[in-house]
């Protein structure tokens, strides 16, 4: 399932993206990030290739074969390289040499930005793609994939839109209430509530349980909330003076010294353990991760999970479609991308891999609005994470917000939780690795 695979960039509990260094197990490993521009085939068809990084979903949910059954003179190729630190670098030389580029290239949104910024003059304005519709979509998305002249460069086609995942049976041991709504109260509009929850617990926890999964995953968790994070809208880094960042960093802190954390590094072996021996109560987990979860957890954890409202709406995660204007059928990649990421189509891909849409005319349509989970107990997921995905910032995007959330949770923060630093100098570890990274 995609949600398992899905996790595509790379595998960091402070990084808002899916991790491409994670699973994409399927995925194909070629040199090349597209493949040869779209050909014909020789029996009159039109060949269109599709560049993408991990098990992106497109091709396991049948719309590729919908598509070309719809259009029989067409026929689609997909290319797919696992991590998208390979992916990324060999697309910018590709995009730059205007030469081995797939038709429609797969965009990560922490490299959006950068995208959007650098190589727009050489993307085709899909704003312009007939069918596409900007009131289809969340606007917040919308702009991600769009220069500051209007022209729309990437489509998106999916979000990570954020709650809280928890263990009911060990709340209700620790005297918490356990039905979704009452516990999306207990913190509703306040990420310091969700600390006081957390301290709470831990007075009756069971033994051996811990509130939350790291102390990292609550900082990209709250960080990803705010619209202003790393960058301001000029493109300064501000992510040192920005007192949005200093609460995510201080909020976590406070958990991790108050030994509220299972001390665990998302997406590492221990933090999958952590799930099937059922080590922590809560998690930070956008749409997507729900799938990693029962994977994890396994058969054992099912029923005992559950879903609630986020204590403040944010994203997790999502990608893009772009057409580079190099590729030999721009025209017609430009109607496949449009088709693509139309509601209906990523309403199809919700229901097959769990990527949540990013067009909100999607929302909806009975495959999203009457989506129920039964592992974590009928929770009414496409109404749970559209209103998430309706309520996020649109967020000040930079083309090093991985780089910088990578080294605060991983330099900085994983010291605090994991080693006992100070918080004062994990942050000062972490600000030195950052300066020494963006200074390269």
Known sequence: MRTTTRTRAVALAAAVTLGASL??????????PGGPAGRGDGAGKTTLTVGVFGVFGLKEAGLYDAYMKQHPDVVIEQTSIERNENYYPQLLTHLGSGSGLADIQAVEVNNIAEVVAT???????????????????????????????????????????????????LFAKAGLPTDREAVGRLWAGDWDKYLQVGRKFEKKAPEGKAFVDSAAGVMAAVTGSYAERYYDEDGKVVYKSNPRVKEAWNLAADFATEGLTAKLQQFQP?????????????????????????????????????????????????????????????????????????????????????????????????????????????????KIFAKAAEGAPVQTLGPKDLIIAQNLADVGMLQVDQQGTSPEAGWKAAVKAIDNALDE
């Open 23 to 32: 699973l994409g197990g399927c995925a194909e490993d070629p040199e090349e």
């Open 119 to 169: 190589q727009s003059d050489k993307l085709v304005d899909l704003g312009k793609a007939p069918g596409v519709s900007k009131d289809a979509y969340l606007d917040w998305k919308w702009r991600q994939g769009t220069t500051k002249s209007g022209a729309t460069v990437g489509l998106g086609t999916d979000v990570g839109p954020q709650g809280i995942c928890y263990r009911k049976d």
């Open 270 to 382: 221990t933090w999958d353990q952590g799930f099937a021996n059922g080590s922590f109560a809560t998690v930070s987990c956008p749409a997507w991760m729900l799938g990693y979860i029962k994977t994890k957890a396994g058969e054992k954890g099912a029923g005992r999970w559950d879903v609630a409202q986020a204590p403040k709406p944010g994203n997790w995660g999502g990608s893009f479609l772009v057409v580079p204007k190099a590729g030999k059928h721009s025209e017609e990649a430009a109607k496949l991308a449009a088709w693509l990421t139309a509601p209906e189509q990523q309403a199809k891909l919700f229901a097959a891999q769990g990527s949540f849409p990013s067009a909100s005319a999607a929302y909806d349509l009975p495959t999203v609005a009457d989506s129920k989970n039964a592992y974590f107990g009928d929770a009414p997921i496409g």
